[in-house]
């Protein structure tokens, strides 16, 4: 399904790679989860079986772990974003298959090649709280695609000032807590549930062992061909 490939390309892009290290407050550490919510339509018909239903966001300092699992465990997509250094990781494991490869900070996602610099526009007078943490609105177009506008949310109370550096959201000055996302008919929403201030392991931003090295290009095929 194409429509939940470009998705996950925004909560990715929305992890950043990056390596800033300002701070906003003491929230430094700790597990953000976060509800998928699918159109009605999808849902009555069966087709969300084997997609993903929350994302488990892990961060450290300036490092990130993004954990999205699909539907009875049949695949597994991790995005890490370590601190030192200027690469980033995507991991994505499909039953005994194990495949990771590296992203630097200026390489784009594929599917944000057809679609453009984003258009950003803040709206810091329009308020919403979002799993306790008081939230701004950010409104993103594309400029290449007939794809209606994103309504996003996010919170500057929680880790880094520029979170998404080295992303093309990189004007958005907090964490994304909610967004929606359209395509078609269909309208997706991804919005923070819980956050846990819990202390996270450095073993989590490290790459499994038994994962090989691969390329952008297969993980996307596999990626596109499970979807479909």
Do not use: W
């Not at 490869?101 to 810091?124: A, C, S, W």
């Not at 996270?200 to 038994?210: K, M």
């Not at 090989?212 to 095929?221: A, H, L, M, R, V």
């Amino acid at each position: 399904m194409r429509s939940f490939i470009i998705l996950i390309s925004i909560l990715f892009l929305f992890a950043g790679c990056n390596n800033s290290t300002e701070k906003t407050s003491d929230l430094t550490e700790g597990k953000l989860e976060y509800k998928i919510i699918y159109p009605r339509q999808l849902e009555s018909d069966g087709s969300t079986t084997f997609l993903p239903s929350e994302m488990i966001t892990f961060f450290k300092g300036d490092d990130v772990m993004m954990n999205i699992k699909g539907g009875f465990g049949l695949y597994h997509l991790k995005y890490i974003s370590k601190a030192t250094g200027d690469t980033c990781f995507t991991l994505f494991k499909l039953f005994d298959k194990k495949l990771y490869y590296p992203m630097d900070n200026k390489q784009t996602l594929f599917v944000f090649k057809e679609l453009g610099k984003p258009r950003i526009k803040l709206f810091k007078d329009s308020l919403k709280t979002i799993a306790g943490f008081l939230c701004k609105k950010a409104v993103i177009s594309f400029p290449k695609t007939r794809i209606r506008s994103i309504n996003a949310y996010y919170t500057e109370e929680i880790g880094r000032e520029k979170p998404n550096v080295n992303t093309p959201f990189e004007k958005i000055p907090g964490v994304l807590m909610e967004f929606n996302f359209f395509y078609k008919t269909l309208t997706f929403k991804v919005v923070a549930k819980k956050f846990s201030p819990v202390k996270v392991s450095g073993s989590e931003f490290n790459i499994p062992s038994g994962y090989k090295k691969t390329t952008q290009e297969e993980i996307e095929s596999f990626i596109t061909t499970l979807l479909q």
